[in-house]
């Protein structure tokens, strides 16, 4: 087994969480819990045998194990790791994500996300479900490819570079030096990943929060314009009527009538 479905449309159902260690006594173990996933980062070196499948491990590796699938764990002496149990949806849009992973520099982040979930699980059970809900989403996300349902990292970087910085100027150019990319490389990933290029896809996320910000705040709308990074209001006006089919102030008064 190299890879999982997970449905994260609903939040985790966290039943336990905490540290647990390994390998003091035995260089093998096997585990299963027919009911609950878990979720582990791991802190040693050593290896899981999935489904027939060797996975190796290194400290800051992630995995994710199935309910109701036995694994096998290798230890090469004492092996410490975050763990979370927790009962997952059934249903939903499926997430297809490796089974054992290498955060790279995200490791801190997640090693992070994990002390909040296992913190959070003895005193406040909510808390930790929506902890643990953030993490499985960025497992989720980990994955280096389309093939594995995500997008490329460096995607990934550009697009919560875009999110940030929607309101300022935004050049490819820009965007790609801030992920480590040519301009080329990023243009061909991103339309790769997402199916539209980078400009289009500022474009449709500024006219997506021109309209939210048009229905449901009072702002005015040349702040709603420059809110966006479309300052000129002519400029604005005409983005909304390609984008949105009205003018900014049909697309607010339409509100209005209903």
């Known amino acids: 087994m190299r890879t999982v479905t997970l449905y994260l449309d609903e939040p985790p159902d966290v039943v336990n969480a905490g540290v647990g260690i390994g390998g003091l006594n035995v260089s093998e173990e096997s585990f299963l819990l027919p009911d609950l996933w878990q979720i582990h980062m791991h802190k040693y070196e050593g290896a899981i045998e999935l489904g027939g499948t060797l996975h190796p491990i290194k400290p800051g590796y992630v995995s994710l194990i199935p309910a109701g699938v036995e694994v096998r764990f290798h230890y090469r002496g004492r092996s410490e790791n975050f763990h979370i149990h927790a009962r997952l949806p059934k249903h939903g849009s499926p997430n297809t994500v490796p089974v054992m992973q290498d955060p790279g520099a995200t490791t801190s982040a997640l090693a992070e996300m994990f002390r909040q979930a296992v913190t959070a699980n003895p005193e406040a059970p909510a808390r930790a479900n929506a902890e643990s809900w953030a ?124």
């Open 135 to 258: 993490l499985l989403w960025r497992m989720a996300r980990l994955d280096a490819g389309p093939a594995g349902g995500g997008h490329h990292r460096s995607v990934e970087a550009a697009l919560a570079y875009i999110e940030e910085h929607l309101p300022a100027p935004l050049a490819v150019p820009e965007i790609a030096a801030a992920v480590g990319l040519s301009h080329n490389h990023l243009t061909r990933l991103f339309h790769a990943a997402t199916g539209t290029t980078v400009v289009a896809h500022i474009r449709r996320r500024r006219l997506e929060r021109a309209r939210h910000l048009l229905l449901e705040s009072t702002l005015s709308i040349p702040a709603i314009a420059a809110a966006v990074g479309i300052a000129d209001l002519q400029a604005f006006n005409k983005a909304c009527r390609r984008e949105l089919g009205a003018s900014p102030r049909a697309v607010r008064e339409a509100v209005r009538k209903l």
